[in-house]
């Protein structure tokens, strides 16, 4: 008999092969099992949740989805900088778009848009606007497309804002992801995959051409790059183009470069190697 046998007249026979230790260990382990399977299970709206957003055009109240705070766990990082997460896609959720009249930006500038600017937009994309009704499924995840299209609605509004380039180039840029991304999923010998090809190259020529006004013209840091990064991503992008001259002439000021750190100085020597490669390429051809 257990230790625990003679509790059984006292109704607790339950416990009369109870372990002092065994159960504690046992408990862990089982808790560690149902953590980890709960993770595995998670779904895109996990990471999610509704948030209340004041229109700043019309001032409608309305929810849009956005990231929970912490929750998704990097993976990957890209030579573009991208930060790749498990389980989720957060660039798909960094535009708001309001559905009554059509205002579109990303969250850091949603609210930030002065009176001249809402005329602009009241004038030229709310008089004119009309809702999809992909836009009422507030509680459901963005496929890649939805994504896309609230990115490009909040370009145009840049554009009709008469937004910095810096903002605008901002915005070509997550879109140029989001579009990489979409890509993966669909045929490649479909029109959509030639559409969005060729949406692909326009955004990163509009990356490429915003953030070099922007380097010359504008205060830095703007939406976390500086007198270091801002030139790290305008020669990425200008070697994705294929200009590679320009790619190694603007790399170059990062390597030499007195403020910048190691870690952007890393990744600028490896970037430089692969812009190396390619011109050694093209001059044996």
């Known amino acids: 008999m257990g230790l625990?046998?003679?509790?059984?007249?006292l109704g607790l026979a339950n416990f009369k092969?109870?372990?002092?230790?065994?159960?504690?260990e046992n408990a862990k382990t089982t808790q560690k099992k149902e953590k980890k399977q709960k993770k595995e299970e998670m779904t895109e709206r996990d990471y999610l949740i509704?948030?209340?957003?004041?229109?700043?055009?019309?001032?409608?109240?309305?929810k849009a989805l956005t990231?929970?705070?912490?929750?998704?766990?990097q993976i990957e990082r890209g030579i573009d900088m991208r930060v790749f997460y498990e389980g989720i896609d957060p660039v798909k959720y960094d535009v708001i778009s309001c559905p009554y009249c059509g205002y579109s930006a990303i969250t850091s500038q949603f609210d930030k848009i002065i009176k001249a600017q809402k005329e602009f937009i009241v004038q030229q994309v709310s008089v004119n606007y009309m809702p999809d009704q992909e836009w009422e499924k507030l509680d459901e995840p963005y496929s890649?497309?939805?994504?896309?299209?609230?990115?490009?609605m909040a370009l145009i509004c840049a554009v009709v804002k008469r937004a910095k380039a810096s903002e605008r180039a901002f915005i070509s840029l997550k879109l140029h992801w989001l579009l990489e991304s979409y890509m993966e999923e669909i045929d490649k010998n479909s029109e959509e995959y030639a559409k969005?090809?060729?949406?692909?190259?326009?955004?990163?020529?509009?990356?490429?051409e915003g953030f070099k006004k922007a380097f010359s013209s504008e205060n830095l840091p703007v939406y976390g790059?500086?007198?270091?990064?801002?030139?790290?991503?305008?020669?990425?992008l200008a070697y994705q183009l294929g200009d590679y001259e320009e790619a190694k002439h603007t790399i170059g000021r990062v390597i030499t470069s007195r403020t910048a750190n190691e870690r952007i100085k890393n990744l600028a020597r490896d970037l430089k190697d692969m812009i190396d490669e390619k011109i050694d390429d093209q001059s044996t051809v």
């Open 225 to 236: 790059l500086d007198d270091a990064t801002m030139p790290y991503m305008i020669s990425v």
């Open 4 to 9: 625990f046998s003679e509790l059984e007249k």
């Open 17 to 24: 092969d109870a372990k002092v230790f065994a159960n504690e």
């Open 50 to 62: 509704l948030r209340e957003f004041n229109c700043p055009i019309c001032e409608w109240k309305f």
């Open 196 to 208: 969005c090809s060729k949406d692909n190259e326009e955004c990163m020529r509009n990356a490429y």
């Open 144 to 152: 890649y497309k939805k994504a896309i299209t609230r990115f490009k």
């Open 67 to 73: 990231v929970k705070s912490g929750k998704a766990r």
